[in-house]
T-cell receptor, first 112, second 111 residues
Framework: KAGVTQTPRYLIKTRGQQVTLSCSPI?????VSWYQQTPGQGLQFLFE???????NKGNFPGRFSGRQFSNSRSEMNVSTLELGDSALYLCASSLVGLYEQYFGPGTRLTVT | DQQVKQNSPSLSVQEGRISILNCDYTNSMFDYFLWYKKYPAEGPTFLISISSIKDKNEDGRFTVFLNKSAKHLSLHIVPSQPGDSAVYFC??????????FGKGTRLHILP
C-alpha cells in the first residue's frame, strides 16, 4: 500500500499571502488530520476530517482551514500568512479517528 | 498549559543498554496514550500504544508503562540499537476526539 503523500514538500511564501497544502491518505483511510510542528511547540493538532466533515478542531485561528474531498484527499489552507506560520505541516490518516495514525513526510512552509 | 509534557529534550544511551523515555500528563480523562518515533525529513511513525485501563503493553523491544496515579508513562527500549536514534513523541487522546502531543525527546544511541 502506498503511504500518505503530501504536496508540495517545500514551499516559500511571503507574509500576507495564502497557501494551500495537499494530502492524499492511505487507500481506504477515511480520517485525515493535520498537524503543525515547530521547534518550540512540538506537534500541534490543527483539525481532523472524516467523510468530508470536519470532526474536530484544535486551537488555531480561523486563518487555518481545511476540507476533505469524496476520495478522502484533503487540503489545508492558510490565509494571510504570518512569519510564525513557518513550520512543518504534517498530514496523517487512519481508518477512523486519531488512534494509530500514519503520517506523511510533511510540507515545510517558510514564510518570509 | 501543556497537558502532555516530555521534560527531557534529549537523552543519550549506550548501544545495547536500556533507553527510558518519560512523559507526564495532567488530564486524568485521557483514554489512550501513544508513542511515535520521528526521523529527520520523515513523518512520525506509530510505535506502540496503551489504553488507560492497562498498566503495561509490550511489543518486541518496546514496552510502555502507565502509572495512572502519578499521571506518568514511560517507553522502555531494550536493547537500544543505533536505528533507535530519533525523536520520540508521546501523545494522549480522549473521548473528546482530540489528541495532544508532547514536544518530543531526541534519543541518541551511542556506539
Amino acid at each position: 500500500k502506498a503511504g500518505v503523500t503530501q504536496t508540495p514538500r517545500y514551499l516559500i511564501k511571503t507574509r500576507g499571502q495564502q497557501v494551500t497544502l495537499s494530502c492524499s491518505p492511505i487507500s481506504g483511510h477515511r480520517s485525515v488530520s493535520w498537524y503543525q510542528q515547530t521547534p518550540g511547540q512540538g506537534l500541534q493538532f490543527l483539525f481532523e476530517y472524516f467523510s468530508e466533515t470536519q470532526r474536530n478542531k484544535g486551537n488555531f485561528p480561523g486563518r487555518f482551514s481545511g476540507r476533505q474531498f469524496s476520495n478522502s484527499r484533503s487540503e489545508m489552507n492558510v490565509s494571510t500568512l504570518e512569519l510564525g506560520d513557518s513550520a512543518l505541516y504534517l498530514c496523517a490518516s487512519s481508518l477512523v479517528g486519531l488512534y494509530e495514525q500514519y503520517f506523511g513526510p510533511g510540507t515545510r512552509l517558510t514564510v518570509t | 498549559d501543556q497537558q502532555v509534557k516530555q521534560n527531557s529534550p534529549s537523552l543519550s544511551v549506550q548501544e545495547g543498554r536500556i533507553s527510558i523515555l518519560n512523559c507526564d500528563y495532567t488530564n486524568s480523562m485521557f483514554d489512550y496514550f501513544l508513542w511515535y518515533k520521528k526521523y529527520p525529513a520523515e513523518g512520525p511513525t506509530f510505535l506502540i500504544s496503551i489504553s488507560s485501563i492497562k498498566d503495561k503493553n509490550e511489543d518486541g523491544r518496546f514496552t510502555v508503562f502507565l502509572n495512572k496515579s502519578a499521571k506518568h508513562l514511560s517507553l522502555h527500549i531494550v536493547p537500544s540499537q543505533p536505528g533507535d536514534s530519533a525523536v520520540y513523541f508521546c501523545a494522549a487522546g480522549g473521548r473528546d476526539d482530540k489528541i495532544i502531543f508532547g514536544k518530543g525527546t531526541r534519543l541518541h544511541i551511542l556506539p
